[in-house]
């Protein structure tokens, strides 16, 4: 058999050891499916204006309107269908924690990697500034960029990026660190090849381990944040409907009892996450060699 | 020692510096300074006039320079809104967040302790799967999101305890809180809780690691050979020597608590620090933004600082490796 194909169905034995994760997977899996799709598998669509009725406005779940329509978890504040909206909502909080991870993930172990390769005062600078920056609680940096630069889909994205690359930078280092000393460096070093050559075609494939657990928890924490800024009122605008924003938007309507346009998305948004951290949590634990 | 003192007190004044370049650099390159820091109810004459007094028609460098003077000086400009200085409404706000913060510290260790020395002295016990689950679940769970169901719970439907506010403010001692009446009490409660959550799966974590490595120490062999009950070892040797590192690194992070009550602030309509700059940036009250912003990151900058230093007295190694530097 190709061993490539061998030692990833290794690894696929060994990830389904553990039952929770396992589920916890599937569900991420059907999540991403419903956010990539949510066109085509959403009853309606919650942002077309010919389709969505105020007399509709904020029916419970399980009722039907005047033409038939019917809504499994009821419609909000505008009439919108609330199963639509969290499909339309997950695609926005999906797209968005995993844009600012994948970027984050680039720049942090563009850093931690050059740091560990470089040394000397180049290292020293980089690991000072992510002391720092992991210092402050994430919450906080985020506020100091979108309270600075005001809202938007892009400063969202910035300030997500900002907060998470540090994470990526600490672990890409630390376990560069220990490649650096190993004989396919010198290898690599005896044969001339470019440090970035070698940096990023020899170091950064053995760091991608701890770099993917990094990145699954910290896209549990970007989607989780995302979703805080925006209930606060400063991360997305009203024109890209985050999970957040849809909490936030039911939340007036709490107070006379209408829990659903505010629970039914907090529930979607709690799934998401916890799937996540449980696949990271045991990723974690597969590849941590204390544990074996 | 000195030397490293000496370095990470450097490095927290740049850090301010580069902030405040960051806070004035947003607030004055994006957008028009003029339009954002003065009322736009303001008549041709007035917004001249505030246009020199600000010093909006010199150089951009000249302008920072003035902010940081006046920065010194502790003059953050005023509130649009409220046409006070803003140094004094976040000031006048910051009790109430202390307040929460501390309470929900408070609730976040009478809650956690016990559980996580439980799930460390029994680790395979059902109960303490439960617990350990419940505290990723406490991970995963977004504040604000929280926050709401316990309004939805508590408030709305069964009516027990007040959702918005801060409630009547008592004064003991000197200090003014509403700490110190029933009804206060009863405002805290639920904001106290929320803000706590996130703590108090970090703190079950730590204890039980805590407890399941101290349950092997020698001491605590010793005690129980000397026939000591074990009702006794578990309150008397194992937490005493737990609460070290707890009380530590739970009082490093009492910052945290501090930047999320942000959103437990909103949520509760709790008139803190952190309702303050989201209602400014609501209505665009740069003058509070900038002076908020500015002084949080003071803040954190200086608490930062005196862990370091707290650090080096219990840990050589930090001190060592600072003086060769």
Known sequence: MNPKLRKF???????????????????????????????????????????????????????????????????????????????????????????????????????????????????????????????????????????????????????????????????????????????????????????????????????????????????????????????????????????????????????????????????????????????????????????? | MTAFICTRFVQSILVLFIMSLLVFGGVNLVGDPVEMLINPEADQAEVERVIRELGLDRPVTEQYWYFLVNAFKGDLGSSFIFGEPALKLIIQRMPATLELALFSLFISLIIAIPLGIYAGYNPNSKASKVIMAGSILGFSMPTFWVGIIFIMIFAVQLGWLPSTGRGEIGTFMGINSSLFTLNGLSHVFLPALNLALFKISSVIRLTRAGTREIILQDYITFARSKGISEKRVVLIHVLKNILIPIVTVVGLEFGSLIAFSTVTETVFAWPGMGKLIIDSIYNLDRPVIVAYLMIIVTFFVFLNLIVDIIYTFLDPRVRIKGDHQ
């Open chain 1, 9 to 292: 169905l290794e690894f696929c034995k060994d990830f389904s050891s553990n039952k929770v994760a396992l589920v916890a997977f599937f569900i991420f899996l059907l999540i991403l499916f419903v956010a990539i799709f949510a066109p085509l598998v959403s009853p309606t669509d919650p942002y077309d204006l010919n389709t969505v009725s105020i007399m509709n406005s904020r029916l419970p779940p399980f009722s039907e309107d005047f033409s038939g329509n019917y809504f499994l978890l009821g419609t909000d504040g505008a009439g919108r269908d609330m199963v639509s909206a969290i499909f339309y909502g997950l695609r926005v909080s999906l797209g968005v924690g995993v844009l600012s991870g994948i970027f984050a993930l680039i720049i942090g172990s563009f850093f931690g990697i050059s740091a560990a390769f470089f040394g000397g005062r180049y290292e020293s600078l980089i690991m000072r500034i992510v002391d720092i920056q992991l210092s402050f609680p994430s919450i906080l940096v985020a506020l100091i960029i979108l309270a600075a630069f005001g809202k938007g889909v892009e400063k969202t994205i910035i300030a997500l990026i900002l907060v998470q690359w540090a994470y990526y930078a600490r672990t890409a280092r630390s376990s560069a660190l220990v490649e650096i000393n190993k004989e396919y460096v010198d290898a690599a070093r005896c044969l001339a090849f470019g440090n970035t050559r070698i940096m990023f075609k020899h170091i950064l494939p053995n760091c991608m381990a701890p770099l993917i657990v990094v990145g699954t928890l910290q896209t549990a924490h970007a989607i989780s944040l995302e979703a805080t800024l925006s209930f606060l009122g400063l991360g997305l605008p009203i024109t890209e409907p985050s999970l957040g924003l849809l909490i936030g938007n039911g939340f007036e309507y709490m107070y006379s009892g209408d829990f659903w346009i505010s629970i039914f998305p907090g529930v979607a948004l709690l799934i998401t996450v916890a799937s996540i951290n449980l696949v990271g949590d045991h990723l974690r634990d597969m590849f941590n060699p204390r544990l074996h």
